[in-house]
């Protein structure tokens, strides 16, 4: 399927794209191997073993899966690949998806994202799972607060070591979420963050400040730094500690069936209400 994204027009609800962004399905193995290379240039991944290698996206193109490539013109200038996960025939799940650096910023992450909704949508798949790094505010934004997925699974260095350029070093900690195209939206937090008792946030050093939450408290806030990227470039053992804080609260919290994510604040904090014992619905409080 070929999908053209235009700008969009006032009040539309798209992002508007300049230029003229087209995305399709990779049949061309020459194609299949030029987002392999956009792959390694997104990922700065060093001369050796691709970061996801031509013959894997070949077999999962051959398959059936989502191999789709973004073009700007004649030129590939990221992609996306997705494969059907259990239950077969209901969910798609989203391995990789990019966009090379000069590209970011412009909403074609965000229009990737809904072809890859059109294109379940056509094959009967009402829902798209995909991993993140939690501790990436943009990116928990996005797929939270913008996309409206749902935190599913935390998962402690889920891949292992990685080698490329950007995860070489960290722990492979990956967040689990859901985007079902007919689920109600999750409640959404009422309560101003400022307002919120946080359990985690950056010290004034930006090292990670955690305390215990109280009793009777029913909302929460965990906190991340604005830009966890920049601090691993100047201080990689606060941004090291950082991610054994952040497993620390979220793993228990997403696992919990005492509380329910109610989304990520665009200051950098992930939101949690706590749920009724009784009846599993959100408290109902006065503040």
């Given at each position: 399927m070929t999908h053209s994204i235009r700008p969009a027009s006032p009040g539309a609800g798209a992002p508007a794209l300049s230029p003229a962004i087209e995305f399709r399905e990779l049949v061309d193995n020459r194609e299949i191997e030029n987002l392999s290379a956009v792959f390694d240039d997104i990922w700065a991944?060093?001369?050796?073993?691709?970061?996801?290698g031509t013959a894997m996206l070949v077999a999962l193109h051959h398959g059936g899966h989502y191999v789709v490539g973004a073009f700007s013109g004649d030129n590939m200038i990221g992609g996306c690949v997705g494969f059907f996960v259990e239950p077969l025939g209901e969910v798609l799940h989203s391995h990789i998806a990019g966009v090379l650096p000069g590209?970011?910023?412009?909403?074609?992450?965000?229009?990737?994202?809904?072809?890859?909704?059109?294109?379940?949508?056509?094959?009967?798949?009402?829902?798209?799972?995909?991993?993140?790094?939690?501790?990436?505010?943009?990116?928990a934004y996005f797929n939270i607060a913008r996309l409206g997925a749902e935190p599913a699974e935390y998962n402690p260095d889920f891949y292992g070591s990685m080698a490329d350029g950007i995860n070489a070093g960290d722990a492979s900690d990956r967040m689990l979420v859901s985007w079902d195209f007919d689920a109600e939206s999750a409640p959404s937090s009422t309560v101003a963050v400022d307002d919120i008792f946080t359990v985690l946030q950056p010290a004034e050093d930006n090292t990670p400040r955690m305390l215990p939450i109280p009793p009777g408290c029913v909302d929460i806030a965990v906190g991340i730094p604005r830009d966890i990227e920049h601090l691993r470039t100047v201080d990689r053992a606060c941004a090291f500690a950082w991610r054994h804080a952040l497993r620390e609260h979220l793993e228990p919290l997403i696992a919990s069936k005492e509380w329910q994510s109610t989304g990520f604040?665009?200051?950098?904090?992930?939101?949690?209400?706590?749920?009724?014992?009784?009846?599993?619905?959100?408290?109902?409080?006065?503040?």
């Open positions: 991944t060093s001369p050796g073993p691709a970061h996801f590209f970011a910023g412009k909403g074609i992450g965000r229009a990737l994202k809904h072809h890859q909704r059109d294109w379940c949508i056509e094959r009967g798949v009402r829902t798209i799972r995909w991993t993140f790094d939690p501790l990436v505010a943009r990116n604040d665009p200051g950098g904090y992930y939101t949690f209400t706590k749920i009724c014992e009784t009846t599993g619905e959100e408290q109902i409080h006065a503040h």
